[in-house]
C-alpha cells in the first residue's frame, strides 16, 4: 500500500471508529454535539495512525487497536479544546475553525473537554473486549500516566510558565518531550501491549516514537515562522505573538531545521536496524512526512 | 464503633490515602500542590465513606477500597474546581478557603482540575493490584460512564443550560441524579465490585444511594436557604442569587423538609429489609446525617 493511501486508511478508520462511539451519546445535545466538533475536525490522526502502523509492523490487525487509537485522538483532542481557552491561548481559530468554546461558549468548551477526557477511558475499557483484562488494566494506566501531571499536562503547565521568560534548551526538551511527546509515544506503546511484543521491539520503537515526537515539535516551531495561515489554520507567528520559547528562537532557524533532519534520520535508523528495510517501510516514510509536512 | 467515631475514621484514612498517592507527584510544582490543595480542603468526604460503609455491610475489607474511594473522591474535587470557574459558578470561597483558581490562577485551575481526573485514573489501575483486572476495568468502566457525559457532566451542562429559567421538577430531577447522584452511587457500586456482592445486595444498595443522593441535594437547596455563611463555607443565597432551580424554588421550603424525610425514610427501609437493623446501623445513621446536617 502507497504510503498517503495508507495515511487516508488509517483516518477514515479511526475516524469512522471515533464517529460510532459519540453517536451513541445524544445528551445534554451540546456536550455531545461539541464533543464530536472538537475531534472530527479534519486532524492528521498522527496518533491513531501511529498505533495502526506500530501494530501492523508487530503482524497484528489494525482493528485491534480501533478503541484505544480513538480515546488517545480523543485526548488529544480535548487538551487541543482546554489549551484554546481564554485563560491558556486564548485562540478563536484551529485548523480554520473557530474553536471549541469559541463554537459553543467558555462553559460549554470546559465541560467538552472534560467529557472527552472522561469517556476516553470509557471507550478504552468498554470498547476493548478484545484484550485481556490485564492489557486493558495496563493500558489504562499508561494513558493516565502520559496525559496526566506527569506527562501532557505537566508539559503543559511548563509551556505556560514559560511564557514572557527566556528558557533553557533542557526546559525545552522537558516541555516538549511532556507536552507533546509522551502523547506521541503513548499510541505506540499502547499497539505493543495490544501486539504483545519483545521488550526489545517496545524499546526500539519507543525510541522512535521519541525521536519522532521531538522531530514534530520542531517542525511545529518551524512552521510557526515559514507556514502560512491556510495551510496551518492558525495566525503564522503565534508563537512569537505570545512570546514562547521555541527552538528556532532558542537555536536558530537553521540549526533548528538541521536538528530535525539529524532527528528523523536517527528515528528511520533504529527502525531499520531492527525490523528490516521492508517492513519499515510506513514508518520510515511517516518520519520523512513529518520532516517534510507543510501543515 | 459510634457513627462519629466511624466518620472520623473514614476520613482520615481516605485523607492519608489520597496524601499519599499525592504526594508522589512534585512537577510542576503548582498542579502537584493544587491537586493537594483541591482535594485536602476539610471536605466531608461522604463518597469515601458510603465505599467504607457499604464493604463493611458486605462483610468486606475497608482496606480493600482505599484507592478507589481515593479516586473517586478526587474526581468530585476536580468536579468543584471546574464548577468554581468564572466561566462556570465564578465562586471565590468554598469551604471558607478561597477556590483553587483564585488561589493558583485560571489557567493552572483548569489544568489543576484536568491532572486530578486524569490521575484518579491512574489511582484506580496503579494502586488496585489487590484486585482482579476484571474488576479493575469493571470500576474503571462504571467510574468514566458515571464521572462523564451520562453522568456527572451531563447534569452540570444541565445545570448550567436551566440557569435563570424555570424549570420543571423532572428537569431539577434529572439534573440532580447526574450532577450529585451519579457520584454517590458510584462508590456504593464500586464497592460491590470490590466485595463481589450479589445481584440483590447490589440492587438494594444502589437503590439506596439513589435515595440519599436526593436527599443531599435537597438538603443541600434547603441550607442554601436556612444556613449560615460559616457553617456552610459560601454565601448563603448564592442559588437564588445565580437564579437557579431548587427544590424550595419549586416545590416549596415546607413541601421540601417533607421530601426530604419521606426520602430518608425509605433509604432506612430497605437497608434494613436486605440486612437486618443491626448490619444497617452506620448506613440508617448515615442517611439520618444526611437530612440533619447544618454543613
Not at 9 to 27: F, P
Not at 53 to 73: H, N, P
Request: proline residues 3%; glycine residues 8%.
Amino acid at each position: 500500500m502507497l504510503f498517503n493511501e495508507y495515511l487516508q486508511n488509517g483516518k477514515k478508520l479511526v475516524e469512522k471508529g471515533i464517529d460510532d462511539y459519540l453517536s451513541e451519546l445524544t445528551y445534554p445535545p451540546v456536550i455531545a454535539q461539541g464533543m464530536k466538533y472538537a475531534v472530527l475536525n479534519g486532524g492528521k490522526r498522527l496518533r491513531p495512525i501511529l498505533l495502526f502502523m506500530t501494530l501492523d509492523i508487530l503482524g497484528s490487525d489494525m482493528e485491534k487497536g480501533l478503541a484505544t487509537a480513538s480515546a488517545i485522538e480523543m485526548i488529544h483532542s480535548y487538551s487541543l479544546v482546554h489549551d484554546d481557552l481564554p485563560a491558556l491561548d486564548n485562540d478563536d481559530y484551529r485548523r480554520g475553525k473557530l474553536t471549541t468554546h469559541k463554537k459553543f461558549g467558555e462553559a460549554q468548551g470546559i465541560l467538552i473537554g472534560d467529557a472527552l477526557l472522561t469517556h476516553s477511558f470509557y471507550i478504552l475499557t468498554q470498547k476493548n473486549n478484545h484484550l485481556p483484562a490485564s492489557s486493558i488494566v495496563e493500558i489504562v494506566k499508561l494513558t493516565s500516566d502520559y496525559a496526566g501531571i506527569n506527562g501532557m499536562i505537566g508539559g503543559q503547565m511548563v509551556d505556560i510558565e514559560s511564557e514572557g521568560k527566556k528558557i533553557d534548551i533542557e526546559t525545552l526538551k522537558y516541555m516538549h518531550s511532556h507536552k507533546t511527546g509522551k502523547l506521541l509515544k503513548l499510541p505506540v506503546e499502547c499497539a505493543c501491549i495490544i501486539a504483545s511484543a519483545t521488550n526489545k521491539e517496545k524499546e526500539t520503537l519507543t525510541k522512535y516514537a521519541d525521536l519522532i515526537g521531538l522531530a514534530f515539535q520542531i517542525k511545529d516551531d518551524i512552521l510557526d515562522i515559514e507556514g502560512d495561515f491556510e495551510s496551518i489554520g492558525k495566525p503564522v507567528g503565534s508563537d512569537l505573538e505570545h512570546d514562547k520559547s521555541t527552538y528556532p528562537s532558542i537555536i536558530g532557524l537553521e540549526n533548528s531545521k538541521k536538528l530535525l533532519h539529524e532527528t528523523v534520520e536517527e528515528a528511520k535508523n533504529i527502525i531499520i536496524k531492527e525490523f528490516g528495510i521492508e517492513k519499515s517501510s510506513m514508518l520510515i516514510q511517516l518520519a520523512e512526512y513529518i520532516e517534510n509536512r507543510n501543515k
